[in-house]
């Protein structure tokens, strides 16, 4: 975890750099790509964080999926899953747009993974200067650039009407917004990234992120880090049937409907979500 935590601050002051444009850095060198932009912060963080990676754990016992080096097979066709029991899965940069736009809610995920499950996890929000980080079983801490680590809990918002949503700004189809319309829960923020959307959940500025796949779905790398800092903060992750997520299947999307939560109504969130998704979809 000191290493993780290390690599993760590293990597947060390039992105900064990038981000604030100062002149060693270049051009963004912004490529729009089907998955969604990268830009060559992308890149150069995620170089960044492999190499520190590679040279502490090295690549026998260890893999690394992430989400620059990943290669999307053909349609149809899943990539074999790493044979590694213990995975790396990294997103160097999560809400690329967000970091183009300059909205500030950008992240860096760092996830490790022991048979499919998160174990331990790093999810750096640089503009805000914070770094939260869980390791199985030990709870959930956030710490500032002075290390000083303070532990966070979800809320005990236990009222469905209470619970208040957080949302994309723009990754929302017609299918989603009608979901949005129905659920009994009206209050709503709306932020980029979803390290940062469950970043909000463990400071208790919301309590429910929901993700639906359509043509495209969220990816291991999107998933993995925050759903251990939200579990371990007492939340849960799940699919839309109550199970668990896992990763590095082969198939990096995660299809489906995944919901995420302060836990207290989670399965009462699950079966609203679900029997007004059969609603939607007849």
């Known amino acids: 975890m000191a290493i993780a935590k290390s690599v993760g601050w590293g990597a ?16 963004l060198n912004i490529q729009e790509k089907k998955e969604g932009p990268v830009t060559a912060a992308d890149i150069v963080t995620n170089q960044y964080i492999l190499d520190n990676l590679q040279a502490s754990f090295g690549n026998q016992d260890f893999g690394y999926l992430t989400e620059e080096t990943y290669k999307f097979q053909s349609k149809g066709v899943m990539s074999p899953p790493l044979s ?58 956030v710490e500032n650039r002075q290390g000083n680590p303070t532990r966070v809990t979800v809320s005990q918002r236990q009222n469905i009407a209470d619970l208040s949503l957080v949302v994309s700004r723009t990754h929302r189809d017609e299918r989603f917004n009608k979901l949005l319309e129905e659920l009994p829960c009206k209050n709503k923020q709306y932020v980029g990234s979803v390290g940062c959307k469950i970043a909000t959940i463990i400071e208790q500025r919301a309590d429910v992120y929901i993700s639906i796949s359509g043509k495209s779905a969220p990816k291991d790398w999107d998933i993995a880090a925050p759903e251990l800092i939200l579990t371990e903060a007492g939340g849960k992750f799940t699919y839309l049937d109550g199970s668990p997520l896992n990763y590095n ?4 999307n995660q299809w489906g409907c995944l919901i995420a939560s302060n836990g207290y109504c989670h399965q009462e969130l699950c079966n609203q979500t679900k029997e007004i998704l059969e609603k939607i979809d007849a």
């Open 12 to 27: 947060a002051d390039i992105l900064r750099s990038y981000y604030r444009g100062e002149p060693d850095r270049g051009d």
């Open 84 to 141: 590694q029991d213990w995975i790396w899965i990294i997103d160097p940069l999560d809400g690329t747009r967000d970091f183009i736009e300059q909205t500030g809610e950008y992240a860096i995920q760092i996830a490790l993974v022991y048979q499919n499950r998160p174990v331990g996890a790093v999810v750096v929000w640089p503009e805000a200067e914070k770094l939260y980080y869980a390791l199985k079983g030990s709870g959930t801490f």
């Open 249 to 252: 299947r082969g198939d990096v």
